[in-house]
């Protein structure tokens, strides 16, 4: 069982910056690939960034040159520097860990709002 733990969201100012991390725990052998998702209010859930063991990033075009994910595998921790935040970025972000490439693990979620 694994157990995912996201932290670090708050309330901010547009153009300002935050950083979550995300926690897994539990046992299992390695994580294949770490990222965060995120949903506004009466949206569909959708991927801001993931990053695989190997380092190599994906990110939504909404975010890309603003966010920065990362990953620490002795933690095994992912974090997500966000950068230049806008009021389109408010919303639950969670983070989903994926183990042995097929069991997925979903955190509670924190929450990000950006004011104006």
């Known amino acids: 069982q694994v157990q995912v733990v996201e932290s670090g969201g708050g309330l901010v100012q547009a153009g300002r910056s935050l950083r979550l991390s995300c926690a897994a725990s539990?046992?299992?052998?390695?994580?294949?690939?770490m990222g965060w998702y995120r949903q506004a209010p009466g949206k569909q859930r959708e991927l801001v960034a993931t990053?695989?063991?190997?380092?190599?990033?994906n990110y939504a075009a909404s975010v890309r040159g603003r966010f920065t994910i990362s990953m620490d595998k002795a933690k095994n921790t992912a974090y997500l520097q966000m950068n230049s935040l806008e009021p389109e970025d408010t919303g639950a972000y969670l983070c989903n860990a994926l183990v042995l490439r097929r069991f997925s693990y979903w955190g509670q979620g924190t929450q990000v709002t950006v004011s104006s």
């Open positions: 539990g046992t299992f052998f390695a994580l294949d690939v």
């Open positions: 990053i695989t063991r190997n380092g190599t990033t």
